[in-house]
């Protein structure tokens, strides 16, 4: 299957996962939301694991790679839903749509990828309308509204703490990617969530037995939150392995207008005209990558 459409469907997964934790989960702690992101789909994924192993035989790079992915992860978690509860949305979400263009460079240093001057241009254009489209206080005919999340990260710790995140998901990305090399997307996608899972459940047991009680509450939005992290990671790297690391995090950052349709479902919020602007920003910009 193309790429395209594998990418854009770990993108609604991705936005109906976020919708549906701010909808259930907004009373959780950071390192709760952290155990139900990555524990509850590695459990939902340990079958497609058994169903199609890695290989049995992986040199000490794959191994030394994943040691090194795993708290990388799991950090960028930590700091993404505690920079989301401590400093306004506005200052944080978007320099989560920085990712993309960093990916320009890590997909060159960690796979050699390159691309070309309108690819470039759609990954801008889709990091353009996703600062937009968190852009949620700007001021009226001041530029200083407008750059006001850019300001921010002099005085706002969750401003650095959100744009540490869009560095350190560049780097998974292009190294997972590499990682991914030793295996095929499915089976080392279902791998990679259950090895971090396992970790974050292992983790959590030592430090904070009490913690796994999050695991059996609200069963039911638990189950589902998991499932959507589930699709969205097969899709993830069955997506990736076929397109340049930059290309298919600009797409996937279409997550974004799928979390507003959500959120106009669950939370009956509206769409201002410049939320439609942005949305037609990245798409134009998803229009770029494909040709």
Known sequence: MHWFPLALASAFSLGAADALTRHYFRDYRGWELVLLRFA??????LPLALAHPIPASLPPAFWGGMLVLAPLELGAMWLYVRAIRDSPLYLTLPYVSFTPVFNVLT???????????????????????????NLERASRGSLRGVFEPLLAITRERGA????IVAVIYAVTSALGKQMMGYATP????????VFIGGIALAATLVLRPGGLRVLVRRPFPLLLVGALMAVMVVTHFVAIAGVEVAYFLAVKRTSLIFGILFAMILFNERPAGRHLL?????????????L
């Open 40 to 45: 509850v789909p590695g459990v939902l994924l």
């Open 107 to 133: 997909g060159y240093l960690f796979l050699g990828e390159t691309v070309d001057a309108r690819g470039f241009s759609g990954v801008l254009l889709v990091v353009l309308g996703a600062y937009l489209l």
């Open 160 to 163: 650095r703490e959100m744009l």
């Open 186 to 193: 499915e089976s080392f996608g279902a791998f990679y969530f």
């Open 278 to 290: 942005a949305s037609l920003l990245m798409v134009a910009g998803v229009a770029l990558i494909l």
